[in-house]
């Protein structure tokens, strides 16, 4: 079974790298960190991710932003989007990720445990 | 009137029958007084006058049919016109004194309707007076009551805001710090002492990352969710939650439930949160062995307030050291905690507080008259005007 490709967008450099170490190490997943967001869509145009990890916050674009550009563009519009946020607390997530409308979040600093849960979860669909 | 008039000329015919009969002249004179002081008193200065002249008439009538003779006819004439001038002062003078009288009662009277008047006018005043400064008295409660808001609504704002900045700031790391962990779990330890390091590390990430949590929960509440709920599932539901740290202790706990209150509207998770925390810290404050009383009440309608709905009350007793007087009014201030560092983060309490006073409710603390603490939480029922 080929690798699931996971681009993730994110500004803290340190969490784009422990993410690729651990989703990599494990099997199963490649992965490309982009710490600047607004370079988000020429970097998920070569690397067609199945699945792209968006922080909520970030210096230049936020997430929701770079979500709007990646639902407008028709090679990117279905790939599933899963948001990092620091802004939700335990009580509004349980402490796992949740469905807020159309979109997931996963509440930050998810464990590995957790984060591969909700990348099988969305990889499947 | 006339009757009157015809009742004292009356007399004066008597007085003048009795002056004919007896001939004593001044002493019987005196006797024509009567009418016409009575005339004067009753009817006025006319009547009076009336009465006087024919008094002497009579007076002189009464000397001519005894027969008396003078020796010039002038001085019976002369001796008529100076009684009748003596009657008519008379008169005069009592007539004066009546009309006085009657003057001085109007003016009273007068001054009576006046003052009354005053009087009435001074009351209304006063009464509008009371009613503003009634309102008054309301317009500052409220203002008092808005700027407190105000200020309540700014430092939230505030805290929000702070929470927020600190949560983006500190979560990225522990992200960071939380996947290194997991990487290296999943890796063969070298030796235990690594292997339980790691693990602790991973915990040390997860209570810094719950107090940010907690932090987040106090700074911006979510909306509520109320459902109409039986407070004693909740309870119980609270209790199964905290068993085992209960049970370590060997708390013993003892349920005071009134089977007859009514349903409570609330949001489940919310008050879970609260009792949880109560539990929790009533725990703490005993020793082990204790003692945590849970009991339910149902309570007055109104309290002072007739529109507040009746509603439920629950005491949370425990059999700890109690809390200590000075720290009575600071126990719900945010990061207030009398537990060592690392053990609290002083905003349980607070949280509690807040989460019953978003429901409209209520919680407090005080000390047991037998030791110990005592929570108490006032809950509201469903409103009967919800649609």
């Known amino acids: ?125 | 009137m006339p009757v009157r008039v015809g009742l004292l000329l009356g007399s004066v015919a008597a007085v003048g029958w009795v002056d004919f009969l007896t001939g004593f002249e001044v002493s019987v004179s005196f006797l024509y007084l009567l009418p016409i002081a009575l005339g004067t008193r009753v009817a006025g200065r006319s009547v009076g006058n009336l009465v006087a002249l024919v008094s002497a008439g009579a007076w002189r009538g009464a000397d001519l049919l005894a027969g008396h003779t003078y020796g010039y006819w002038l001085i019976p004439l002369w001796d008529t016109l100076m009684f009748a001038s003596t009657l008519l002062v008379v008169v005069a003078l009592l007539a004066s004194l009546r009309e006085a009288n009657e003057g001085l009662e109007q003016t009273v009277s007068r001054r009576t309707q006046s003052l009354q008047a005053e009087n009435a006018q001074r009351r209304r005043a006063e009464e509008d007076l009371r009613q503003a400064l009634g309102d008054v008295r309301k317009a500052q409660a409220e203002l008092r009551r808005t700027q407190f808001q105000l200020i309540e609504a700014a430092k939230m704002e505030s805290a929000a805001r702070l929470a927020a900045g600190i949560a983006h700031e500190v979560k990225n790391p522990l992200m960071t710090l939380s996947l290194g962990m997991d990487y290296f779990l999943n890796r063969p330890p070298e030796n235990a002492d690594e292997a339980q390091l790691t693990q602790d590390m991973k915990e040390a990430v997860h209570r810094a990352s719950d107090v940010i949590n907690v932090l987040l929960d106090y700074a911006r509440p979510r909306p509520l969710e109320r459902t109409s709920e039986d407070i004693h599932n909740i309870i119980e539901q609270s209790l199964t939650l905290v068993r085992h740290p209960l049970s370590r202790q060997h708390v013993t706990v003892v349920r005071e439930f009134d089977p007859m209150v009514s349903p409570v509207w609330l949001d489940r998770t919310r008050i879970e949160h609260v009792f949880v925390n109560l539990f929790l810290n009533a725990m703490q404050a005993m020793p082990p062995g204790g003692t945590l009383t849970v009991r339910t009440l149902p309570s007055e309608p109104g309290g002072g307030d007739n529109d507040a709905p009746a509603g439920v009350i629950v005491e949370v007793d425990d059999t700890g050291h109690g809390i200590m007087p000075a720290n009575l009014s600071r126990v719900f201030e945010p990061f207030f905690t009398t537990k060592p560092p690392g053990q609290g983060s002083g905003l349980g309490l607070a949280i509690a507080h807040k989460i019953m006073e978003i429901h409209g409710g209520s919680i407090r603390l005080s000390n047991r008259n037998e030791g110990g603490a005592r929570a108490t939480l006032q809950f509201n029922t469903e409103p009967k005007d919800r649609s």
């Open chain 1, 1 to 125: 079974m080929n690798p699931k490709r996971i681009l993730v967008v994110e500004d803290e450099p340190g969490v784009t790298r422990s993410l690729k170490l651990t989703l990599e190490s494990g099997g199963g997943y490649v992965v490309l960190g982009e710490n600047d967001a607004p370079n988000t869509l020429n970097a998920a145009r070569t690397f067609r991710p199945d699945l792209i990890l968006l922080d909520v916050i970030m210096p230049r674009l936020d997430g929701g932003d770079v979500a709007a550009r990646l639902r407008a563009d028709p090679l990117l519009r279905d790939t599933p989007i899963v948001f990092l946020t620091a802004l939700v607390s335990s009580e509004e997530t349980d402490g796992h990720e949740k469905s807020k409308g159309a979109e997931t979040f996963l509440a930050k600093p998810a464990d590995l445990v957790e984060l591969k849960k909700t990348l099988e979860e969305h990889l499947r669909g």
